[in-house]
């Protein structure tokens, strides 16, 4: 699907083209074949790179060819309670900028609406700002997992079997935004440069900005995956004590009762035993359980087992 987007400094608000003009943005989502082909052929641009934007593995870069910029990012995105990044291709000609999504990409496609003093004339400008609106998003998802992880941390000695696997699929978004946002840094550092965007000193500016909150980011999700691996550390060292001291107290326990069970054993025998016929045995026997299990937990407890 192919959107055209139009909007100059004299346009209150966008426009929605039917066919390209000179300063428009040209949005594709979830193209075919055949339409990166038409794009390639319309505009001039490099099919292989077109393709590169499909593939839902294709690391950020920045190439230039001849008077064409080519920048592949990555968003976010959610499938169902889980977040994944998909490729988005930024292209920069000499009268256009075009988007190739293999996703629909509603966030973005709203950035003329929420900022009036974004204009798709403004070509360096714009793809800027579609980064920062990027940015803007890993940005929250980060800070909203953060709170989950701090919530989870404050109960850490007594977690369930579900706040394990949270802690897993937050360890997992965590590694999966770190993904994308670390080459996407080196990506900024390069368009810093000025050799492949021109950028005004409004543009360097935001571009610097970009750039701080993005390793920004990148800290912050380095510094919630060792958080996670802390607690899931300090809630094994703690389960792994707990199983130590029971299975102590099991094995002390095992040995207190041992001692009644063998004399108990060895006067229940059906053979003759000495003292059988005493009227008082019965007695004796059970003081003698009595007095060396005494010993044996006084000899325990004497040795700190106990």
């Known amino acids: 699907m192919r959107i055209i987007f139009y909007k100059n400094k004299l346009s209150k608000n966008y426009r929605l083209l039917t066919g390209p003009k000179v300063g ?4 594709t989502s979830e193209p075919s074949k055949k339409e990166l082909l038409q794009l390639a ?3 001039a641009l490099e099919t292989p790179i077109l393709s590169d934007a499909l593939d839902p593995f294709e690391i950020p870069r920045i190439e230039l060819d001849e008077e064409t910029t080519y920048l592949i990012t990555r968003f976010p995105r959610f499938i169902g309670d889980t977040i994944r990044t998909a490729p988005l291709l930024l292209i920069r000609t000499p009268a256009h900028v075009l988007t190739v999504s293999p996703e629909k990409l509603d966030r973005v496609t709203t950035l003329l609406e929420q900022n009036k003093a974004i204009y798709t004339t403004q070509k360096s400008r714009l793809i800027i700002n579609i980064l920062l609106e990027i940015d803007n998003e890993y940005e929250a998802i980060i800070h909203t997992r953060a709170k989950q992880v701090l919530t989870l941390s404050k109960n850490f ?3 369930s079997d579900s706040d394990i696997e949270s802690l897993v699929l937050l360890e997992s978004t965590f590694n999966e935004l770190l993904f994308s946002l670390e080459p996407i840094s080196l990506m900024l550092e390069q368009l810093m440069s000025g050799k492949y965007l021109k950028l005004y000193e409004h543009d360097a500016d935001l571009l610097e900005d970009l750039l701080q909150n993005n390793n920004q980011l990148i800290r912050m999700c380095e510094t919630h995956i060792k958080g996670i691996i802390n607690i899931r550390d300090s809630y094994t060292t703690i389960a792994t004590n707990r199983l130590n001291k ?7 326990m095992t040995a207190i009762l041992t001692v009644p069970t063998m004399i108990a054993s060895f006067f229940g025998m059906n053979v003759v035993l000495p003292f059988a016929q005493h009227s008082s045995s019965f007695i004796a026997i059970g003081l003698l359980a009595v007095s060396l299990t005494g010993l044996l937990v006084f000899l325990l407890k004497k040795r700190d087992v106990l």
């Open 246 to 252: 029971n299975m102590k107290l099991l094995t002390v």
């Open 41 to 43: 052929t319309e505009f």
């Open 157 to 159: 000695t007594s977690l």
């Open 24 to 27: 428009a943005w040209i949005h």
